[in-house]
C-alpha cells in the first residue's frame, strides 16, 4: 500500500511540540518517516495530556483498587459499586488552557468533556461540581475571567439539564497567567450495565455520532502541554466551541440506544479528537481499525486528513457496533436529530489505516503508538522543609475585628453570586445545595444519597506538597463524612507547573506521596483523574493543585445533617485536637500578609477515628448539625454555621492556650458538631480515644465571645456576602 | 387525572413535574415527543422547562411552531388545561396562548435560588388550595424570566384577576428587591381569559418534597389532583 504525501520534517515536529528523539522514535517505529498526517497523529498521542509521558510514573503509586471499585483508571472515567446493582461513575478533568484563552467556551466545553466522559460508560450524569482556581482579584483580568468561566460553565450544565451542585473557588496571585478550571460529572448506571472503550470483532462497523467535524480546537491537547507565553492570546483558534443542545441530545440518543445490546464499544471524541478515540478503541482491543475520511460528517469543506484527524470539535462520539443492530442505531439518532455515519470498520491488522478521496494517507501500527509512547522519569527535587511556627510568636489579634476580615476575604467569602447561576436543582434530587460540606443528591426512586465534594489547598501543597496532597484527601474524606456519608472513592486532578523543571516534578511527586498514604489510610482509592502540567506563563507557574472529587455514600438522605445551627440552647462541641497550628493559615495570610510556616500536620489515624466517630454520631441521630473545620479554623467554622442557620451562640476559648491559635489555627481532623445535650456524646468521644470539648452553646442573633466582643448574625452575613457581588460589580 | 407532557428536544425538566405529579395524583403522566403527531387524551397537558432547541433563537420561539402545538393549542381552546413552566411559559407566550414575552433577567444572568411568591388568585384549577395572598417558597432557575407586556394587557390582567403569582417578600410584600428577574409589576405566573392556560416561571414541582427543602409546590399539584379528579 503506498502513503500519499512527501515526509515530514524534524521542523514539523518541532512545531507540533515533539523533540528530536520523539521524532526519531516515531520515524523507528514506523520505519520511515512519517507523513505530515502521520506526524500530527505521533503529536497529540504523544503530548502530555494524552500520554501522561512525565506524570505516569508517579501515578502508578496511587492506590486504585478496593472492594467498591469497578473500573479503575484507564477507562473513559472510574467506576464503583454503591448497591443495590447501581454504580456511580465519575471523573474531572481540566480545561485550564482553553479556559484562560476563552473563558466561556473553555468552561462550557470543559464541562461537555467530563460529560461525554460519564455518559460515554452507560451513566446518566446526575451531578456537576467545579473547582475553580484565578488570580488576585486585583490582577486586571481577573474579573473578566471570573465572569466568563462562570457563565460558560452554567451555560452549558443548565442547558443540559445536569445539576451544578458542589465545587470550590480560590484567588492567589499565583494563577494570574494560568487559571484553573476542573469540571467533575457523576452519573448513575447500572452495575451490569457499564460500557468500555476496547474494540472488538473485526469487520464490524465503526460509527461517527454527534455533531459534524470543523476546524475548531485543532492541536489543542499540544497546546495544553505547552506553557503560555505573552502570544498565548493568538491560540484562540485553538479553543474548542460547545453546542450544550446537541450535547443534551447526544445523552439521550445514547443512552436510548445502550438499552439494546447494540454497542460493542464506545469513546467519546475528546482530546485529539478522531485520533484519540480510533487508537485508544483499537489499542485496547489489540486490533487495528480502518477509517475513510470521506464520511466523517464535516460542517467546512475541503478538510484535509491532518484536520479531520485533529480536530476537536465538541459532542461527538465513536461507536464499534453489532452490524445487524447497526439499523437499529441509526433510527436512534435520526429521532435525535443528530449524525449517524458508518467511517470504517475494525480489522485485524493491528494498523490504523486512513483513506481519502481513494488513496491512503495515513497507514501505521496502532501499538506502538500507544505502548512505546515516550515515558519519563524527570529529574526531582525535594521541596525545601519549612519551620512550625508557634502562635506565641505570631502577632495577636483581637478575635472578632480578625473573624470580620476573615470572613469576607475572597477565599472565605461567599461564593453563592457563582452557584445561584447554576442550575443546581434540575432533575428534582438535590438534598443539600451548594455552599455546605458537601453536596448531597438523592438516587432516583431510591433513599440514599450521594456526597460530593471536592477539595484542595494550594498554599498547603506549595509549601509541602507531600503534607499539602495528603490535606487534600484527608479534606475531601472530612466533608464527605461531615453530612453523614460514608467516603467511597476520588477522582484527581493535578494541576502543576512545568514538569521538566525539577522543583515542579517534585511538586508533583511528594504531592503523589502524600496522596498514597492518604488514600490508603483512609480506604479512599483513585478510580479516575486527569493530570494538567505546563500551568505557567513566562517560567512563573501556578501553586500545586492537585484536586481531588470525592464520592461518598449515605444509605438513607433523610439522616444526612447540614452545618446550619438548627435551633437556639444547644451545646457546640468541637471534635479533634486543637493545638493552634498558624502555619499557612489564612490568619496570617490575610491579617498579617505572611504566606509562610509549614502546614498543619495530617495525622491519618486521627483523621480516620475522629470521623468514623463523628459519621457514627450522625447516623445514629445524635447530632443536629455538623461542619468540618479548615480554612480559617474554629471561629470561622462556628461563624459559618450560625450564618447558614440565622442563629447564633456563645463561644469560649480554654485560658491555657492563645486564643488568636484556638480560633484561628488550622489543625486537622476537626469537626464542629451541636448536639441538645453533650453528656452522651462526650462519654462515647472519650471512650473512642477522640478529642471533644465543649466550645459553646447555640442562641441569640449575635455569635459572641464569652467575656468577649460579640458580631451579630447579620452582619456576619452581609460581610460574607457582600464581597463577590461587589467585586464583580466593579 | 391523567397528564401529558410534551417533550421537544432540550426539554429537561421532565422528570421533575413527572415525579411531582405522580406523588400527588397517583399516576404515572404520560410522555408525549413533540413528533408524535397524535396527542393522546388527557385531563392537563404539561409544558415541563429547559431549553427547548436550545434557546438559540428567541427562547421557546421554536417549539412554538413545533406542529404538536397546533394541537396543544386546539385542546386549549376547547378548555383543556395547559401548564407551561419555565421554558414551557416562553413556548405558550411565543404560541399566543398567553400574552407577553419573557425578556432576559435585568441583571442579565442565569439565577438558581429559592424565591417567595403571593399567591394572587385561588380561582383556577393550579391554586384552589391555595389561599389569594398566601406566602409560598419555591426555586426559579431560568436566565430569561423578565416578564414584559404593554400597559393595557397587564392592567388588563390585573383587572381581570389574571395574574396568578407575583414575586414578593417572605411578608408578602411586594417591593423590587423580591423580583430579581425585573418582571412587570413582579409578574411570576398568569392565566389566560378562560383561566385553564397557566404559565409561570418558578418551579413548584421542585418543591413537593420534604427532603428537598420546601413543600410549598405541593398545593399547587393537589389543586390540579382534586380539580381533575
Known amino acids: 500500500m503506498t502513503v500519499i504525501d512527501p515526509p515530514a520534517t524534524l521542523d514539523q515536529a518541532r512545531q507540533f511540540g515533539l523533540s528530536e528523539d520523539e521524532f526519531k522514535r516515531a520515524c523507528r517505529i514506523m520505519g520511515r518517516t512519517p507523513n505530515f498526517t502521520e506526524l500530527g497523529i505521533f503529536s497529540v498521542m504523544w503530548s502530555e495530556h494524552c500520554s501522561y509521558k512525565s506524570s505516569k510514573v508517579w501515578l502508578k503509586k496511587l492506590p486504585t483498587t478496593g472492594a467498591r471499585v469497578i473500573c479503575g483508571p484507564g477507562e473513559n472515567a472510574g467506576v464503583i459499586d454503591i448497591g443495590d446493582g447501581d454504580a456511580a461513575i465519575f471523573k474531572m478533568e481540566s480545561h485550564n488552557h482553553p479556559s484562560f484563552i476563552e473563558p466561556y467556551q473553555g468552561a462550557a466545553t470543559g464541562v461537555g468533556g467530563i460529560l461525554r466522559d460519564v455518559f460515554t460508560m452507560g451513566a446518566r450524569p446526575i451531578a456537576n461540581l467545579n473547582a475553580l482556581r484565578f488570580g488576585s482579584p486585583a490582577h486586571p483580568k481577573t474579573r473578566h475571567l471570573v465572569d466568563g468561566v462562570v457563565r460558560g ?53 465503526v460509527i461517527y455520532v454527534g455533531a459534524k467535524t470543523g476546524r475548531d480546537g485543532i492541536h489543542g491537547a499540544t497546546m495544553a502541554s505547552a506553557e503560555f507565553s505573552e502570544d498565548s492570546e493568538s491560540k484562540r483558534p485553538t479553543v474548542q466551541v460547545g453546542d450544550p443542545f446537541t450535547e443534551k441530545l447526544l445523552i439521550e440518543a445514547c443512552l436510548e440506544l445502550m438499552e439494546s445490546d447494540a454497542i460493542v464499544a464506545i469513546q467519546d471524541m475528546g482530546a485529539a479528537g478522531l485520533t484519540s478515540s480510533s487508537v485508544e478503541m483499537a489499542g485496547k482491543g489489540g486490533l487495528g481499525i480502518e477509517l475513510d475520511l470521506d464520511r466523517v460528517p464535516t460542517r467546512e469543506t475541503a478538510m484535509s486528513p491532518y484536520e479531520i484527524m485533529l480536530s476537536e470539535s465538541q459532542e461527538r462520539m465513536l461507536m464499534i457496533l453489532k452490524p445487524e443492530r447497526a439499523e437499529l442505531a441509526r433510527r436512534i439518532f435520526e429521532k435525535w436529530e443528530l449524525d449517524f455515519a458508518v467511517i470504517g470498520r475494525v480489522t485485524d491488522s493491528g494498523r490504523l489505516v486512513l483513506t481519502m478521496h481513494g488513496q491512503t494517507v495515513a497507514d501505521m501500527p496502532v501499538g506502538p ?11 526531582w527535587t525535594p521541596a525545601p522543609a519549612l519551620p512550625g511556627l508557634a502562635a506565641k510568636g505570631v502577632a495577636a489579634r483581637e478575635p472578632i475585628a480578625a473573624l470580620k476580615q476573615l470572613v469576607a476575604c475572597p477565599d472565605l467569602a461567599s461564593k453563592r453570586w457563582i452557584w445561584e447561576q447554576y442550575d443546581h436543582l434540575v432533575m428534582g434530587h438535590t438534598v443539600q445545595r451548594p455552599g455546605g460540606d458537601a453536596a448531597v443528591v438523592r438516587l432516583p426512586g431510591r433513599k440514599k444519597a450521594l456526597a460530593l465534594a471536592t477539595d484542595c489547598t494550594p498554599r498547603y501543597c506549595a509549601a509541602d506538597p507531600k503534607r499539602g496532597g495528603a490535606q487534600a484527601v484527608a479534606e475531601n474524606w472530612r466533608n464527605i463524612t461531615a453530612v453523614g456519608a460514608t467516603p467511597l472513592a476520588i477522582t484527581d486532578n493535578m494541576n502543576f507547573g512545568n514538569p521538566e523543571r525539577p522543583e515542579i516534578m517534585g511538586q508533583f511527586a511528594q504531592s503523589i506521596e502524600g496522596m498514597r498514604e492518604a488514600c490508603l489510610a483512609l480506604d479512599y482509592p483513585v478510580v479516575s483523574g486527569n493530570v494538567s502540567l505546563y500551568n505557567e506563563t513566562n517560567g512563573s507557574g501556578i501553586l500545586p493543585t492537585p484536586v481531588i472529587g470525592g464520592v461518598g455514600l449515605i444509605d438513607d438522605a433523610a439522616k444526612a445533617v447540614t452545618l446550619a445551627f438548627k435551633r437556639a440552647g444547644e451545646i457546640v462541641v468541637a471534635i479533634g485536637e486543637t493545638t493552634g497550628w498558624l502555619g499557612q493559615s489564612l490568619y496570617l495570610r490575610e491579617l498579617l500578609g505572611r504566606e509562610d510556616g509549614s502546614p498543619p500536620p495530617v495525622d491519618l489515624k486521627a483523621e480516620r477515628r475522629n470521623g468514623d466517630f463523628v459519621r457514627a454520631q450522625i447516623l445514629a441521630g445524635a447530632v443536629t448539625s455538623c461542619h468540618d ?9 462556628l461563624a459559618e454555621m450560625a450564618m447558614a442557620g440565622g442563629i447564633g451562640a456563645t463561644v469560649a476559648a480554654p485560658q491555657d492556650q492563645p486564643a488568636h491559635g484556638f480560633w484561628f489555627g488550622e489543625d486537622q481532623a476537626r469537626y464542629v458538631v451541636t448536639c441538645r445535650a453533650a453528656d452522651a456524646l462526650l462519654q462515647a468521644a472519650q471512650k473512642a480515644n477522640v478529642p471533644a470539648r465543649v466550645v459553646g452553646k447555640t442562641g441569640g442573633d449575635a455569635l459572641t465571645l464569652a467575656g468577649g466582643n460579640a458580631i451579630s448574625v447579620a452582619e456576619l452575613k452581609h460581610l460574607n456576602e457582600a464581597w463577590l457581588p461587589a467585586y464583580m460589580a466593579q | 387525572m391523567q397528564a401529558a407532557i410534551i417533550l421537544f428536544p432540550g426539554s429537561n425538566r421532565e422528570q421533575d413535574v413527572h415525579d411531582a405529579l405522580k406523588r400527588a395524583t397517583g399516576k404515572e403522566p404520560l410522555r408525549v415527543w413533540h413528533r408524535d403527531s397524535d396527542l393522546p387524551k388527557a385531563d392537563l397537558i404539561v409544558i415541563p422547562g429547559g431549553f427547548s432547541y436550545g434557546d438559540y433563537l428567541r427562547c421557546g420561539a421554536m417549539a412554538a ?70 406566602v409560598i417558597r419555591v426555586p426559579v432557575a431560568h436566565h430569561d424570566g423578565n416578564y414584559f407586556a404593554d400597559k393595557d394587557t397587564l392592567d388588563r390582567l390585573e383587572g381581570e384577576g389574571l395574574v396568578a403569582f407575583r ?54 399539584f393537589a389543586s390540579l389532583a382534586e380539580a381533575l379528579a
Request: aromatic share 6%; net charge negative.
Open chain 1, 369 to 379: 503508538l500507544v505502548t512505546e509512547a515516550p515515558l519519563y522519569e524527570r529529574p
Open chain 2, 167 to 220: 414575586y414578593c417578600r417572605s411578608d408578602g410584600e411586594i417591593d423590587d428587591d423580591a423580583n430579581a428577574n425585573g418582571s412587570a409589576r413582579a409578574i411570576a405566573g398568569i392565566l389566560n381569559e378562560k383561566r385553564n392556560v397557566l404559565g409561570l416561571m418558578p418551579h413548584p414541582e421542585d418543591a413537593t418534597d420534604p427532603l428537598l427543602g420546601s413543600t410549598d409546590g405541593q398545593g399547587f
Open chain 1, 629 to 637: 473545620v479548615s480554612d480559617g479554623g474554629l471561629l470561622i467554622a
Open chain 1, 153 to 205: 460553565i452554567g451555560g452549558y450544565g443548565n442547558c443540559v439539564g445536569v445539576p451544578t451542585v458542589g465545587g470550590e473557588c480560590n484567588f492567589h496571585p499565583s494563577y494570574n497567567g494560568n487559571i484553573l478550571v476542573n469540571a467533575m460529572t457523576v452519573g448513575l448506571a447500572r452495575s451490569s450495565r457499564i460500557f468500555y472503550s476496547a474494540a472488538a470483532g473485526p469487520g464490524n462497523p
Open chain 2, 65 to 134: 411552531h413545533s406542529p404538536i402545538m397546533r394541537e396543544v393549542k386546539a385542546r386549549a381552546e376547547t378548555g383543556t388545561p395547559v401548564l407551561g413552566i419555565c421554558n414551557g411559559f416562553q413556548i405558550v407566550t411565543e404560541a399566543g396562548l398567553l400574552p407577553g414575552v419573557l425578556l432576559v433577567n435585568r441583571t442579565l444572568r442565569f439565577h438558581c435560588k429559592d424565591v417567595h411568591l403571593r399567591v394572587e388568585t385561588s380561582q383556577s384549577v393550579y391554586t384552589r388550595r391555595y389561599n389569594a395572598g398566601q
